[in-house]
């Protein structure tokens, strides 16, 4: 049962159907359709500045379409917010950060609610629910496994810590969907698949859908259910084994692209176009782009 | 029966020196006009210090050198011109500085050019007034001792305002501090309470440069939150240890100053850095002694299933 209070509605998790954005005049992706169902775990790849980000703000309400429609959790983007858990891209707290763990994912539970700051004491009646949500805390850090550094200043912690309590705050209030911003993004590899394995197991054992945004596929390869490539404003979508070839990925591009499978099961994508180096060349790149789909379109 | 003021004399009995300094209303005004500002100052400033906003705090202590040449140009009492400028300067820098989306740089650019054009204006008004600033030592160091009644109440009311203000929006407040971006998308308006703060800034340094001047705001503002927060992450610990610090430093500083020929704000803003010093020689001092100890069982990574390299 949902905690939020709000009547869970019917319809998949995310729904794209026929959807363009435009940011500053940039066509960013046109004609995306996608659908997310009801607890599945779903990774979404493409090169920076593809727009992975921009899809993201889109499902939350903080980026409008140009053209198609998006449904939420069977509403519009923004109405059901308080059923998404969302981590965005990689923030590291500031070493002098001097709150916890705890304290964090306590925000993640009732920050945006007004009032006095952690309740007092005194005031009447919160003892109950002044419990239920230190409970609530409590476990959700349990099942990151974070209790044991909780407690410590946030500030303190490695990445790889700080991003388990950033999920917990992602998930105390039992979101129906989470969406994931490169959260495996610089940790190191055992880092990477120990987080993709606790998303899985959030996923699989909550039933919460993930929409996850990465940069390499391989540490989720065991776990995913599908993936949605982003690539020169369009988007693939399939399982890995159709999407992540060299077929798919070079009609994609529209250039030649190679994936090896190495020995070990790793993909590796070869010819994959990366962002150039400078942004001035992006921004032609991009500009270019937009030019060529208004001719197509 | 009550001392010669020109001459007090420390007793070394402290209920009687205590008593002593009690007898006189100028002292109880100043003592009482110290623990609204102790109050006020070290929760506002506790939150300036999380959100790394001391450039702010800073300009908007130098808003009382405009605020109070525009009172004497205008002839209205000087607390009226500090209020009113350090609440422009604080919607000018919310403007100026970006809001939601502020990077650094752009941010202490904008604060950095209303520093200047508010010196700029308080520098205008001196040569329009076209005579010397009378107080201006007080301007700079305060004058705790020459707290009105009139200035208690207009402290205690901004107080008040302040504290209901920070209670009402203290815990959005504290999230968009901390984590803007999760803030922002669960539907906390980031910007508006960035602003907003602001302006409960602006309200904290004119309140405390009545008691500590212009130049020892931070004496109240940075002091005792960086004590605290050096000393404990939990945040209610931290928010009543900085009230705590906040009324010894000016309590101390007072009293001391009351039996001494020196200045009130040496003495508010020696034990406020004594005290900072001293906790953060306490806490380097135990993590010394637990270094070599592991601090806590080295976490069990669940081992890497699947693929990696």
Known sequence: MPATGLPRRDGPAVELDGASVRVGGRVVWRDVSLTVARGEFVALLGA??????????????????????????????GESSRAIGYLPQRRSFDQGTRLRGIDIVRLGLDGD??????????????ARRRRAARE????????VGAGSYARRAIGELSGGEQQRLLIAQALVRRPELLLLDEPLDSLDLPNQASVAGLVEDICRGAGVAVLLVAHDV???????????????GRAVEGPVEQVITSETLTRLYGLPVE?????????????????PAHHHDRHAHAAAHGHSHAHAG | MPADIANPRLSWNLAQDVSELLEYHFMTNALLAGAIVAVIAGLIGWLMVLRRETFAGHTLSLMAFPGASSAALLGVPAAWGYFAFCGVGALAIGRLSGGERRAWSEESAGIGAVQAVALAAGFLFVSLYGGVLGDLENLLFGNPIGVSDGQVLLLAAVAVVALLVLGAIGRPLLFASIDPHVAGARGVPVGALSSTFLLLLGLAVAATSQITGVLLVFALLVGPPATAQAITARPLLSLGLTVVFGLFVVWLGLGISYFSVYPAGFFIATISFAVYVLARVLVAARAWRSYGRPRRPPAPEPSPSGVIA
């Open chain 1, 48 to 77: 920076n500045g593809s727009g992975k980000s921009t899809l993201l703000k889109v499902l939350l309400g903080a980026q409008r379409l140009q053209a198609g429609s998006v449904r939420v959790l069977g509403g519009a983007p």
């Open chain 1, 113 to 126: 609610r007004w009032g006095l700051p952690l309740a007092p004491p005194w005031s009447a009646g919160s």
């Open chain 1, 136 to 143: 609530r805390v409590a476990e959700v850090i349990e099942m």
């Open chain 1, 218 to 232: 391989n540490p989720l390869l065991p776990y995913l259910d599908r993936v949605v490539y982003l690539a020169r």
């Open chain 1, 259 to 275: 994936v090896l499978r190495a020995s070990d099961g790793r993909l590796v994508v070869v010819g994959q176009p990366e962002a």
